[in-house]
């Protein structure tokens, strides 16, 4: 139990165009779910948390009209990368909690971004 | 400002004996604790986690210790196994669901 999948598992675009991750829990309803950044061998950062149907609470220094997040359903969640750049490029991993047990997040398998 | 940190980037041990895994903290709020192992190109699974009202959680050949005066816990694993070479993240919560995580120890069991 407690599945969460990412889509696409790797993208590649190119620099000023926008990309879309999706995230679901496949098995359980998320009453929140957690968009993080990872550089090469340096810890998860957190980026946002969003509960469903409402506003995602970004952390501080994520630009927020840079990182958009939408939690339309308690098994969906969508990270869109706006015109993305070099920089941008980096492993996307979401996690997800549900009641109960809303310390435990269950993580999705990540996407690698690449921006060329 | 890193509220978690685990000071030993790789450790590496031989197959059947103990490892131990350190992580230090900072911020008192802290109060649930949890241990997540990481593959390349996949995300974190968790591990086994511990309350702040305990001192030891064990389940099967994980046991987290945590110390509070100390403001520091381990993860003993024994007996390693080849299948547990991965990277283990410390991660820390304060009562809000967010997760703050260390930098993570590469582990590899040797045969």
């Known amino acids: 139990g407690a599945v969460v999948s990412q889509h696409p598992s790797w993208v590649i675009c190119k620099s000023g165009t926008s990309v879309k991750i999706e995230c679901r829990s496949l098995d359980f309803q998320a009453t929140t779910m957690f968009w993080y950044r990872q550089f090469p061998k340096q810890s998860l950062m957190l980026m946002a948390t969003s509960n469903e149907g409402s506003k995602a609470t970004y952390e501080q220094g994520v630009e927020k009209d840079k990182f958009l997040i939408n939690h339309a359903s308690l098994t969906l969640s969508t990270l869109t990368v706006t015109s993305a750049h070099p920089e941008d490029s980096s492993f996307y991993i979401c996690?997800?909690?549900?009641?109960?047990?809303?310390?435990?997040?269950?993580f999705g398998p990540g996407t690698r971004l690449t921006v060329t | 400002d890193q509220q978690v940190k685990q000071n030993s980037p790789s450790l590496s041990v031989q197959e059947g004996r103990i490892s131990i895994l350190n992580c230090d903290y900072t911020?008192?709020?802290?109060?649930?604790f949890l241990w997540y192992k990481k593959y390349p190109a996949e995300g974190p699974t968790f591990l086994i986690s511990i309350s702040s009202i305990k001192d030891k959680n064990e389940d099967g050949r994980f046991t987290v210790f945590l110390n509070k005066s100390a403001k520091h816990l381990s993860l003993h694993i024994v007996p390693s196994q080849p299948g547990d070479s991965a990277v283990y993240f410390c991660a820390a919560s304060a009562n809000d669901y967010k997760l703050s995580f260390g930098a993570g120890t590469t582990v590899t069991v040797r045969a």
């Open positions: 911020n008192s709020m802290f109060d649930y």
């Open positions: 996690s997800a909690s549900y009641r109960g047990h809303s310390y435990e997040q269950y």
